[in-house]
């Protein structure tokens, strides 16, 4: 493994994730960008991880049964790792974006993130950003 180029662990990671072995898949998608900040592939990736892991506890918190079997303290842990999951994935976003501001990349897959959270006007800001840029805002 070439410890200077960002695309190795990054491929392994691509790997490693198709497997579901998402927590292998997300120490290497960082070690891509430790390697590189600014690799794109490597934070949407990350992004998308923990996308995906909010995504499948999102159905749990508009359960009656989960709610009601679990109870209160339970399902505000799940609503806690859900805002976590999601809050992780901006950040790895805006910071690529520091260092790439008109990366359309990550400016849509920012935009996926907006809406998943709810968050309108952050959202609008981004369309807005990509329009500009011509990228694909939905």
Partial sequence: LDTKNPDHPYNLGVMYAKQGATQKAISLFKRAFYIAPAH????VALAVIYSEEADRLIPLLHSREYFWGMGKRKFNKTKATVNDLLAKAEQVLTEGLDLNPDDTQLL???????????KKEKREQIEKRLEVLGGQSE
């Fill in 40 to 43: 794109t592939r490597s934070r």
């Fill in 108 to 118: 849509e897959t920012l935009l996926m993130i907006y809406k998943q959270m709810g």
